[in-house]
């Protein structure tokens, strides 16, 4: 296989700082098409996402996430949210959504786009300033922050892999690379 393919995944950074150019609703509904082919148990795609660009909403995130500084230069924010009555089983929304996050982060990654995944799940202290905030129903929960616009940094690509973290046909046998 041509791991130059995989390029846009191990050359995709969390960006924190962005230019002043904003982002179009066209590519926003293109990354969001992405985050929503992302597989689900059972297919059942519990996923919502609140697109936010309003500054002064953005202003009161920041001030309720100690994470979510990059919002400062960022075009735009997505809050993706998972529901829990269109979930498979009880707690399968949490990796769906995982899931929908990852494959909106790759789609800007591809789209020459910066993006930064700020946590909300699982803690409770910021799901409920987050679900106040944007007025959610008590059954969708928010999940993740991400965090768009156009790159004002670039950063190298690190060394990851670690072969020593992968096992061979049960525990006690490690992977060794031929």
């Given at each position: 296989?041509?791991?130059?393919k995989?390029?846009?995944?191990?050359?995709?950074?969390?960006?924190r700082?962005f230019?002043?150019?904003?982002?179009?609703s066209?590519?926003?509904l293109?990354?969001l098409?992405?985050?929503?082919?992302?597989?689900?148990?059972?297919?059942?795609?519990?996923w919502h996402?609140v697109?936010?660009?309003d500054?002064?909403?953005?202003?009161t995130?920041m001030e309720?996430?100690p994470?979510?500084?990059?919002?400062q230069?960022?075009?735009h924010?997505v809050?993706?949210c998972?529901?829990?009555?269109?979930q498979h089983?009880?707690?399968?929304w949490?990796?769906?959504?995982?899931?929908?996050t990852?494959n909106?982060?790759?789609?800007?990654?591809?789209m020459?786009?910066g993006a930064?995944?700020?946590?909300?799940?699982p803690?409770?202290?910021?799901?409920?300033?987050?679900?106040?905030?944007?007025h959610?129903?008590s059954h969708?929960?928010?999940?993740?922050l991400v965090a768009?616009?156009?790159?004002?940094?670039?950063?190298?690509?690190?060394?990851?892999?670690?072969g020593e973290?992968?096992?061979?046909?049960?525990w006690?046998?490690?992977?060794?690379?031929?």
């Amino acid at each position: 296989m041509n791991m130059e393919k995989l390029d846009f995944i191990l050359d995709r950074r969390s960006i924190r700082r962005f230019t002043d150019q904003k982002i179009d609703s066209k590519q926003i509904l293109t990354m969001l098409t992405a985050a929503m082919y992302a597989p689900s148990a059972v297919n059942m795609q519990p996923w919502h996402f609140v697109i936010i660009d309003d500054p002064s909403l953005m202003e009161t995130i920041m001030e309720i996430h100690p994470y979510a500084r990059m919002l400062q230069t960022a075009s735009h924010a997505v809050v993706v949210c998972g529901d829990e009555q269109l979930q498979h089983d009880d707690g399968y929304w949490v990796v769906d959504c995982g899931a929908a996050t990852q494959n909106l982060l790759l789609a800007a990654q591809t789209m020459g786009l910066g993006a930064c995944w700020v946590g909300l799940h699982p803690r409770e202290e910021r799901k409920t300033a987050f679900s106040r905030l944007l007025h959610l129903p008590s059954h969708v929960k928010p999940f993740a922050l991400v965090a768009l616009g156009y790159p004002e940094e670039q950063k190298p690509r690190p060394d990851r892999f670690h072969g020593e973290k992968i096992r061979y046909n049960g525990w006690d046998l490690p992977y060794i690379q031929e």
